[in-house]
């Protein structure tokens, strides 16, 4: 008997230790969004307003996906072309650390595993219009948590070190299917272009080379002196000089002042240093964006085995494999952009690289060029097309890089339209989906082989 009332006492203090933790946020079935109100109120306009707004200098550089999200605890906003992060929170005691994993409900995947200290985590990431369930753990108690993401396309993505990208994936195609998530990533650059290096005024004095020293003196003397002009009388300034044009690209709309007194300040620092010399020394690489820590996490959290690089042999100089390591299979193909697509180059190399989404094994897959918007533009609408998007969505999946790159100078007419254009003109048909199934066809693929990738990228009815 005094054994018995011994292991009843046992069960009862070992009860009283455990305890239920308390789920704060999100609410149990609640719809989490992934995209932010400024994200929304531009995915949300009607085709027309959206291209009037994105020829709007002011409202590209000031309002599209403005302000970016602040997320408590950070130093800075996010950047606008982010998604919208999901708030984990639970009560919490004090000096527990907690491990919060997060899991796709349908896939039966974990997503999420992380730890943390306090008692909310955020996480990015998370597919539109899924399921998830979530657990935390500390100090001998659990608690356990659902939640919906809303259906709202398309899924942006974070990457670190990346800009610019987003799941191709998610939007409504043919029949009504799904184009599957974490198939198919586009994204800017995972490394920089590469670039030309030059000698320095002290390696071209140990070579004897005075003249050209006294040449890049000179210059960047003569440099000053012509900022300084346009400085006093901003009306003199030359709209045409290549600096100046090449600041507009990015800075649409700020005041002519601003410009000349960054590049004053530039130039006085180049004439301190004796001039700029521009004699070429060799070729470098570019600088790996996804190395370390980064590509550690995209290889962990999306699987990638494949990156398409779509950009020049120049821009690739020095690669042999992908930035994100030996893992992941590297294709090169230097493509094409807009009107280039119709060329008999811009038609090769999208051959070679539909190939590529032909074969189940090489998914998930990364496809880029360097900024992630002409070539890789290009590329995504052809698949779109093929899978059946509607024109409207073809036409945001382009402006959807508008939240990363502000320039009104990237706009329909000087490039999209082009890309348009080229398949009306050359290929006519009923829709502009028709239009590409022809240009696919007239490339040597047939109905089963857009069949096929149909089968690999669309969910069951």
């Not at 090769?348 to 900024?371: G, Q, R, S, T, W």
């Not at 609408?381 to 508008?402: H, K, P, Q, R």
């Not at 829709?431 to 022809?438: L, R, Y």
């Amino acid at each position: 008997m005094k054994k018995i009332i011994a292991l009843s006492l046992s069960f009862i203090a070992a009860s009283a230790a455990y305890s239920e933790i308390k789920i704060i946020e999100p609410t149990a079935g609640a719809v989490v969004p992934l995209l932010t109100d400024a994200q929304k109120a531009y995915v949300s306009m009607d085709r027309q307003t959206r291209r009037e707004k994105f020829a709007d200098a002011k409202y590209r550089s000031k309002e599209m996906g403005l302000p970016a999200e602040t997320v408590p605890g950070t130093k800075k906003p996010r950047e606008a072309y982010w998604p919208k992060t999901v708030r984990l929170a639970w009560e919490a005691k004090d000096g527990v650390e907690y491990r919060v994993t997060v899991r796709d409900t349908a896939k039966g995947t974990v997503v999420i595993d992380e730890k943390a200290k306090c008692g909310e985590l955020y996480v990015d990431n998370l597919e539109i219009a899924a399921s998830y369930e979530w657990t935390v753990e500390g100090d001998g108690d659990s608690g356990k948590g659902t939640f919906k993401t809303e259906d709202r396309a398309p899924r942006l993505i974070r990457y670190p070190g990346v800009p610019n990208v987003r799941d191709f994936g998610g939007y409504i195609g043919l029949g009504g299917r799904r184009a599957k998530q974490g198939m198919i990533i586009r994204s800017a650059g995972l490394n920089d272009n590469a670039h030309d290096t030059y000698y320095t005024i002290d390696e071209l004095k140990e070579m004897g080379k005075f003249d050209e020293i006294k040449a890049a003196a000179d210059a960047a003397q003569k440099r000053l002196d012509q900022l300084l002009a346009w400085q006093a009388d901003p009306k003199t300034l030359d709209r045409e000089d290549a600096e100046y044009k090449d600041w507009c690209s990015r800075h649409d709309g700020e005041p002519v002042t601003k410009f000349l007194s960054s590049r004053v300040h530039r130039a006085k620092a180049a004439v301190k240093k004796g001039g700029e010399p521009k004699v070429k020394k060799g070729r470098e690489p570019g600088k790996n964006r996804v190395d370390g820590e980064n590509g550690a996490y995209i290889r962990a959290r999306f699987g990638i085995k494949s990156d398409i690089d779509l950009r020049s042999d120049g821009e690739c100089y020095g690669m042999t494999g992908s930035p994100l390591g030996d893992t992941v299979t590297w294709f090169h193909y230097s493509s094409s952009a807009y009107g280039g697509m119709q060329s008999k180059s811009g038609k090769e190399a999208f051959a070679k690289v539909f190939k590529v989404f032909l074969d189940e094994k090489d998914y998930p897959i990364d496809f880029h060029c360097i900024a992630g918007q002409d070539r890789t533009g290009a590329v995504s609408f052809i698949l779109g097309a093929l899978l059946g998007y509607d024109e409207n969505i073809l036409y945001l999946d382009w402006e959807l890089t508008g939240f990363w790159n502000h320039s009104a100078k990237f706009n329909h007419k000087e490039r999209f339209d082009h890309l348009v254009s080229g398949f009306v003109k050359n290929y006519p048909a009923d829709t502009i989906q028709e239009s590409v199934v022809k240009y696919v066809r007239d490339l040597g693929f047939t109905d089963d082989d857009i069949a096929k990738f149909r089968s690999i990228m669309l969910t069951e009815r």
